[in-house]
């Protein structure tokens, strides 16, 4: 069996048996892997967990944070809530447009930055907050994120 | 990169005792700031004296409903009662827009909420203990399991056993049958009650579900005594401190341990140091942004429950978001709206389909192509929102919706008038993004709508 597949079991001890509540910590190992959850991931999860694939793919799909299409390798997301929107979020997020030749909830051509807008990061008091690779950044503003990104293109593997 | 500013204001250090800009991260710093005393206090008491001190000071829930929290724990039946396991479930879901605390809680005293939640264990007899925290907060997570770890190997836990379960990015999580169900594998979308999870909560066993700031309260409470304590504040229905968040167009943002009953003006202007680069203060996001937002007339209420409500605002979760006067309130409104559109779980229609209509009626205001009965159609969709959904995110959506319009008509007719908006681009909000238009982008979208 595959490593996810015994990674997957030892989450499972976690909670009592019988139960799903293994689904989200399943997908999530399964997304950290693949990048994404394609529908073969998805059903190495649900034969993983005994569940079927369809019952994965719904629980997976009412969450934000699952991918169901192929993301770059890394992602970078933008507060656009009101907080951050109050001190300058949407030039924030211009700024990333701009950098990367993408909208938001598109992936550079090279398969590498995904951009994305998200809901309140729970930082209002430093806005703007991106989450670089899921690593909160506050207080960004336009100017930071050429430095941002090329930190990104060098240093992230 | 600045850092959050978290602070004690105006009152005693309980929440955040110890915390003098140095995280109490490890066992020993936070052991010796006489951390874990009241753990063992409690232990040694009989449970049912342990829920009856926390009644004692009046402690409520600091996660939005400010429900009694010891009347809440002393709704789970005793063991002897029930053949089923006890859970406790702590919200650490924090979405709330506006709301930055738990967060904080996690990062600067994670042992603290620990020592909570093993209070609360022997409390209701609960051996096992489910934290569940949004999936965004990752730093956040990696403190409090690095607390818990270090906890279990000191052997803190006895019997008890504390699982960190990690959400996936959804709001409605933080209701909590939705976090119920999301604990169990499903979908986050919320359970109708009866019956309350006091009875049958996580696996159809009783389950306490408590806010982190809550949870965290409970050393505190025993450390300062429960009548000592249920002098703190507004005494008697908000006693306490709280960790106020203030955020938005002011001088000094961040968490700020203070009294209840302190008032809006005293946090913004004293403490915060008012509305930068001399601008007026327009309205206050009071709660968080499900609630009425305040205008300038009541910024001399005092922040506690009752004083707020006797206004028609909320404490919630303690969100003082400051909005100046650079802002269009129908740019706000809209934006808001599109926050819950995109949050509702679609399980009942008033919601799902309300929360859209409000996003496309606030779009055609702001763009100015709305007519004036469109001002009343506002409202009264939000009418046929409010109290008339499975939970409480449909209300959530419709009275922040339902305030600005009342509040501000003029500046909504002014968009009206001048065929857009009065702001002419120049408003701090103009043109924000919303989440909610971003499936738009997605292949799959794309590949369904060519
Ligand atoms: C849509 C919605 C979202 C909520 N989000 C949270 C949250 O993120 N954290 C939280 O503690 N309570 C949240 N609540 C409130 C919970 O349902 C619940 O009242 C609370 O966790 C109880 O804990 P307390 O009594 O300690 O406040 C939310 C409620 C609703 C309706
Ligand atoms: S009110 Fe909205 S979020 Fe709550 S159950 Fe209904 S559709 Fe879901
Ligand atoms: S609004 Fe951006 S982090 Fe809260």
Known sequence: ?157 | MAATRVTVADGPALVLAGYEGEPLRSLASYQAAGGYEQLAQARAQDPQQVIGEIIESNLRGRGGAFFPTGRKASFIPTPDKIAKPIYITVNADESEPGTFKDREIMLKVPHRLIEGCLIAAHAIQSRNVYIYIRGEYLAEWESLQGALDEARAAGILGEVDIVIHRGAGAYICGEETALLESLEGKRGQPRSKPPFPAISGVYASPTLINNVESITTIPAVLATGPAEYAKIGAPPDSTGTRLFCLSGNVERPGVYEAPHGITARHLIYDIGGGVPDGRELKAVMMGGSSFPVMTPGDLDTALDANSLGQKGYFIGSGVVTVIDDRSCIVQFALRVAQFYMHESCGKCTPCRVGTRWLVQILRAVENGTAQERDLELLLDVCDRIIGKCLCVLGDSAAMPVASCVTKFREEFRAHLAQGGCPFGGDSTLDHLFAPVDQHAHTPVAQEALS
């Open chain 1, 1 to 157: 069996m595959s490593a996810l597949y015994d990674e997957i079991q030892e989450v499972r001890k976690r909670y009592p048996p019988g139960t799903r509540s293994a689904v989200l910590p399943a997908l999530r190992l399964a997304q950290e892997r693949y990048g994404w959850l394609s529908r073969e991931a998805i059903e190495e999860v649900a034969d993983a967990l005994e569940l079927t694939p369809a019952y994965c793919f719904s629980v997976a799909s009412f969450y934000d944070m699952f991918h169901l299409e192929p993301v770059g390798r890394h992602t970078v997301e933008v507060c656009t809530n009101v907080c951050c929107g109050l001190l300058g979020a949407q030039q924030v997020l211009e700024a990333f447009e701009q950098e990367l030749g993408v909208a938001p909830g598109e992936t550079t051509p090279d398969g590498e930055i995904t951009l994305r807008a998200v809901e309140c990061l729970g930082g209002c008091s430093t806005p703007t907050i991106v989450a670089i690779d899921h690593r909160y950044r506050q207080s960004v503003t336009p100017a930071d994120v050429p430095t941002i990104l090329e930190e990104l293109r060098n240093g992230g593997d």
